[in-house]
């Protein structure tokens, strides 16, 4: 894996321009890749012709005729992800039989595809299955079982630590230039690698300041991650009470998963549904009620919350409940309950993840991000070493070798004109058998392991710069 291989030359047929789908096209073709699109709706098909430079089909995923029409046969990849389980399924056993060699599969239901369903994954002819609320909930449970709710990313093997969090009033980091923070706070090295501000993602240079509200990731090697949390006032304590805002197919299978080991409390607003929950989580309280009136979060123990989740199927709920229980907390609670307590939003419109984590949710996750990001790293595993998502940023930290003679290898990082264009950080770097945090002398050689975050919109940039 040496990431030298040209995506241009990979060839991806797409059933379905819904959420994912669309998601989906967007980035691949953006990254160089040869797409085609087959879409019964047509007002989707009018929305991305506009938008995506793909070759869309209008019709049926199970007309053998479009699929001839699309030149499956010629396909390196398929990826279904239309709303219809049965349609994904079946779509990659035809897939199979035009000779396509990697078919993924978007499934809602648990009960395929798993080593223990009566028709399996090897079956169903299916080399990847994504189940987008599943993916959520079970990233959500890590989150949990991590610390505070803050989004921790181990890199490296762990030997990297990626953190966000946010930055208050009276942070000692506030208002100040990151060069500045740099010189000030040198006992151990770290890095800020991108910021969320407003509905913006910053990949920053060391002039940027770091703003009240600011959402922040910050990069540092594994031995330096208590003192960075520290630093930054972020609490080590495990959650214990949790209020889940939402009983559909996340919020159902969270407190199913939380349940075993913290105390889970669900409210939902349906009460046929309320009443089936109740009797379904054995170790989860259900309430029937309104998770976005404030006398309802209160009655219901909102104050005395460690982490507060939003997983309705409305993105307008998910945040302003969001923003209520923040203000609750803050408000009303003691001082050290208010600090340690951290705010989750679901957000199903991609456009909105940025916009909720700076209005109030601590992280704001997006199911099709999550199902999205996981079939992109499928697809990208002989290209990059590895990927993976900023919750609440619109970027992606990225593991990638630096090939000899690409432009990467030509100077100091200080130096590179695209190492400070707002695109591209270089966080990490892996010599003499240890990873260390990339500062501005650092001077990448030939073949090194390197750790970039750059804008997700920017990865074919980051290819490019570490390419001969």
């Given amino acids: 894996m040496n990431g030298n291989k040209p995506a241009k030359s990979t060839s991806i047929l797409i059933l379905g321009l819904g959420g994912v789908g669309y998601y989906l096209a967007k980035r691949l073709v953006h990254e160089g890749y040869a797409i085609t699109v087959i879409e019964q709706d047509n007002g989707l098909i009018r929305h991305a012709d506009g938008d995506i430079d793909a070759r869309l089909i209008q019709g049926n995923a199970m007309s053998i005729e479009c699929w001839r029409e699309a030149g499956a046969e010629k396909m390196d990849y398929l990826i279904s992800v239309t709303n219809n389980d049965a349609v994904n399924m079946m779509s990659c056993l035809i897939g199979d039989r035009f000779g396509i060699p990697l078919k993924i599969a978007r499934v809602r239901s648990r009960e395929f595809g798993n080593e223990n369903s009566i028709l399996n994954a090897r079956d ?18 890590r989150l949990i079982k991590l610390r505070a709710g803050n989004d921790i990313i181990a890199v490296a093997k762990g030997q990297i630590q990626a953190m966000a969090t946010r930055i208050h009033e009276k942070s000692p980091l506030a208002n100040k230039k990151l060069k500045d923070i740099s010189q000030e706070y040198n006992k151990f090295a770290f890095r800020v690698v991108a910021i969320a501000r407003g509905i913006t993602t910053l990949i920053p240079s060391g002039e940027d300041k770091l703003l009240p509200q600011d959402q922040a990731f910050f990069m540092a090697g594994h031995e330096n991650l208590s003192g960075l949390m520290s630093l930054t006032g972020v609490e080590q304590q495990k959650r214990h009470r949790v209020m889940i805002i ?37 170790n989860a309280e259900v309430l029937h009620g309104d998770g976005s009136d404030s006398d309802v979060l209160i009655s219901a123990g909102l104050l005395e919350m460690d ?24 408000s009303q609670s003691t001082h050290k309950r208010s600090k340690q307590s951290k705010c989750i939003a679901l957000v199903n419109k991609e456009d909105y993840v940025v916009l909720a984590t700076t209005m109030g949710s601590d992280l704001a996750l997006n199911k099709k991000i999550l199902a999205g990001n996981k079939i992109l790293k499928f697809i990208r595993r002989g290209e990059l070493l590895s990927v993976a998502h900023l919750h609440g940023f619109d970027a992606e930290m990225v593991e990638i070798v630096a090939a000899p003679n690409s432009p990467i290898t ?10 400070y264009n707002g695109k591209i950080m270089i966080g990490g770097i892996h010599r003499d058998n ?13 073949n090194d392991r390197v750790i970039v975050v750059c804008m997700s919109q920017h990865l ?6 570490f390419l001969a």
């Fill in 246 to 282: 939402g009983g559909g197919l996340v919020g159902r299978r969270l407190a199913e998963l939380l349940g075993k080991t913290v105390k889970v409390r669900l409210i939902e607003k349906d009460e046929p549904l309320a009443k089936e929950l109740s009797f379904e989580l054995k």
């Fill in 307 to 330: 982490t507060f989740i939003t997983a309705t199927g409305e993105n307008e709920t998910n945040i302003m409940s969001c923003v209520l229980a923040k203000h609750l907390m803050t």
């Fill in 434 to 446: 240890v990873w260390q945090i990339a500062v501005g002398d650092t001077h990448i050689q030939s």
């Fill in 460 to 465: 074919k940039d980051v290819q490019k710069l």
């Fill in 410 to 419: 030509r100077k100091p990082l200080s130096k590179l004109d695209s190492y």
């Fill in 124 to 141: 169903l002819k299916i080399d990847l299955i994504i189940h987008p609320e599943e993916l959520v909930a079970q990233e959500i449970f």
